[in-house]
């Protein structure tokens, strides 16, 4: 009864580095979507995807790469790490093309990314 | 655009009190709105789901309710436990170039204290 698997837990980067945080889920959910978590910004939509081979923008994309090649992974890409990326990173994921906006998100236990 | 607000941050009561934590959207255009909890160093837990056609949902001690002619959501908290102390999070979710998505508050921290 995994739900939704991210790793690493924990991750420091030095400015300009490259990286990829993992994201699995085991429930066959079509909806898999990246949040980041800022302290007085609340949660924000990076990226997100309806199914394998399609995913679009949410409200903070610049700076990171997703893509979707299967419907379990959805991986987030960091191209050039910089200090504005340190945050907590969420995945989440939610059935989708049944009861269509009426399934709850599931999320992960984070990411919590540090650049210096 | 769609803003959804907490009120208070933080909140902080004796063990068996009854509470309510209030969410309120400015955009009454939403297919649901959802109640999450989340601990300390842990991602959010999904309590109650609400679709925009029902008026309440409840599961166990937990109660939410939704008037969107007014943009307001209430989760009811009864008999509160110390295990209960956490951040209480709503959202949200709406249409954006037809996509939907979820548009989520800062929370409501909750300690109950023993």
């Known amino acids: 009864n995994a739900g939704v698997t991210q790793t690493p837990k924990f991750q420091v980067l030095k400015t300009g580095q490259s990286m990829t945080l993992q994201c699995a889920q085991d429930m066959n959910h079509e909806y898999m979507s990246w949040y980041r978590q800022d302290p007085g910004m609340g949660l924000r939509l990076i990226h997100y995807s309806v199914g394998a081979g399609i995913t679009d923008q949410g409200e903070v994309p610049n700076g990171y790469n997703v893509s979707r090649s299967t419907t379990e992974d959805f991986p987030l890409r960091l191209l050039s790490a910089a200090p504005s990326q340190t945050s907590v990173y969420f995945c989440a994921s939610r059935r989708y093309r049944q009861s269509s906006y009426n399934s709850p998100l599931h999320f992960g236990n984070g990411t919590r990314l540090t650049v210096t | 655009k769609q803003e959804v607000t907490q009120i208070p941050a933080a909140l902080s009561v004796p063990e068996g009190e009854n509470l309510v934590l209030n969410c309120s959207f400015t955009d009454s255009a939403i297919y649901n709105l959802q109640w999450f909890r989340q601990d300390p160093g842990k991602g959010l837990t999904s309590l109650l789901l609400?679709?925009?056609?029902?008026r309440e949902q409840t599961s166990g001690r937990l109660n939410a309710s939704l008037d969107k002619s007014s943009g307001r959501s209430t989760l009811y908290i009864a008999a509160s436990q110390p295990g209960d102390s956490a951040t209480y999070l709503c959202a949200v979710s709406r249409t954006q170039g037809g996509s939907e998505k979820l548009v989520f508050g800062k929370g409501t921290k909750l300690t109950v204290n023993p």
């Open positions: 609400i679709q925009s056609s029902q």
